[in-house]
């Protein structure tokens, strides 16, 4: 263990090895997103049937709560995104389009 600007850094860490962690969790995190998109997609198809509305704000807000909880004030803007990316129709990236699956408004 080394001391660099007052964080212990272990002697034996190699960025690259890292990199490979955190290039599997993103992987991971997408692939969630992307099954509570399909699970949030078939809630609200239901509900709609059903003659109710798509979003529902008091449900929104637990989960925006719940993001603050555990990660603060960014958390909240993380859980919009994502209650975002949940909201209507999934459909797939275009192939280079840069960005993931997009809820249409
Ligand atoms: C999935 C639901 O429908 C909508 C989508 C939500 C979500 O993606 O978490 C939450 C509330 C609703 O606005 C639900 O009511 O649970």
Known sequence: MEQYEN???QTDFHIDSAREAIDA????IIEIIQRRQAISL???QKRMSEGGTRTVLSREERILDRYATGLGARGTALALNILSLCRGRVTTAEPGAGGGPQGAR
């Open 42 to 44: 078939q809630i609200q």
């Open 7 to 9: 964080v212990a850094v």
């Open 25 to 28: 969790l993103d992987l991971q």
